[in-house]
């Protein structure tokens, strides 16, 4: 089976503070994902990463950055946490095969902005 | 740009009875299609995939989609609904040759007694 992990369930943080998400993997998958998850919004791509030292913008990219120095390890990093930044970070996987491209999620970290 | 709708934020039903939950999506040609579910306080687990051939598709834990091309729908449906089964649940859409998925807003399934 496929693991996912993430470094933090819950994460209490201050408006100002530099924040480290971290998502680790034991399958050997060339593409990792982090998504926020916001109520009525459902989930929305922040980066993603197709190989080590690759990283793509995703949809909300702003106010966030990625880092990929090993296959197995995907770090989203918010340089100074602000209040909006409050939500539900999930970290996911895939293969690059392009007909199996089904993607495993992470348990998610739940991070709060004081 | 791809776009999924889920039309029902909310849905409540009663143990025991069957549940739809609806999905339509806006792409350019048949995309790969997924039904996600999540469980309180869990990460998301895979349901369901539709990548081609047979439009029924069937999932883990008793679910089953059918892909409609001239509807752009692909609705989740389960015959008899278990209180386990409260959940979110997001369908969700990935363009053939992409690797970033689409999600639909989400809807929350409640069970009563």
């Known amino acids: 089976d496929v693991k996912v992990t993430q470094s933090s369930r819950y994460l209490v943080k201050r408006t100002g503070e530099k924040v480290f998400l971290e998502c680790v993997q034991d399958m050997d998958h060339e593409n990792m994902f982090w998504y926020r998850q916001d109520p009525g919004l459902g989930l929305r791509l922040i980066y993603f990463?197709?190989?080590?030292?690759?990283?793509e913008k995703g949809d909300i990219p702003e106010g966030y950055s990625v880092s990929r120095e090993k296959k197995e390890r995907f770090s989203l990093i918010l340089e100074s946490a602000s209040t909006n930044q409050t939500s539900m970070y999930l970290c996911a996987t895939g293969l690059a095969d392009r007909d199996n491209n089904e993607q495993f999620f992470g348990p998610g970290t739940r991070l709060t902005v004081l | 740009a791809q776009s999924v709708t889920q039309p029902d934020i909310h849905i409540t039903v009663s143990e025991g009875a069957s549940l739809e939950l609806r999905c339509n999506y806006s792409?350019?040609?048949?995309?790969?299609l997924f039904w996600y579910v999540q469980s309180p306080g869990q990460g998301l687990q895979l349901l369901l995939k539709y990548f081609s051939g047979d439009t029924l598709v069937q999932g883990i834990k008793g679910f089953e989609a059918e892909f409609k091309r001239s509807q752009s729908s692909f609705n989740l449906r389960k015959p008899s609904v278990h209180w386990s089964d409260a959940a979110e649940y997001f369908c969700a859409v990935l363009g053939r040759g992409d690797y970033k998925l689409s999600f639909g807003a989400g809807t929350t399934v409640t069970v009563r007694a």
């Open positions: 792409y350019g040609a048949t995309p790969y």
């Open positions: 990463s197709y190989d080590v030292k690759m990283k």
